[in-house]
Nanobody
């Protein structure tokens, strides 16, 4: 069984910073891309940032220059450093991993339970 566990959300003032972490555990053969998505109330889930095994990254235009995604392949962990936070960044942030479980022949998408990020004064 595979689990993704997120941490690091919370309440922060505009202009502040937060760092999210997501650790994948369980019977994992290989992890390919990892990423972060978010969903604000009344809106669809949207991509925030993704990172490949080799470290190639992609960001939503709304977070470019403010957010930074990174990963530690040895720890099966992905991070999201969020700086210069704005009220419109308020959302539930979800971790995603495209991975191959032990004993399986193809990749599956796994999701974390979500962590709330609230940017407010």
């Amino acid at each position: 069984q595979v689990q993704l566990v997120e941490s690091g959300g919370g309440l922060v003032q505009p202009g502040g910073s937060l760092r999210l972490s997501c650790a994948a555990s369980g019977s994992i053969f290989k992890i390919n891309a990892m990423g972060w998505y978010r969903q604000a109330p009344g809106k669809q889930r949207e991509l925030v940032a993704t990172i490949t095994t080799g470290g190639s990254t992609r960001y939503a235009d709304s977070v470019k220059g403010r957010f930074s995604i990174s990963r530690d392949n040895a720890k099966n962990t992905v991070y999201l450093q969020m700086n210069s936070l704005k009220p419109e960044d308020t959302a539930v942030y979800y971790c995603n991993a495209d991975l191959i479980p032990v004993g399986r022949l193809r990749e599956y998408a796994y999701w974390g339970q979500g962590t709330q990020v609230t940017v407010s004064s």
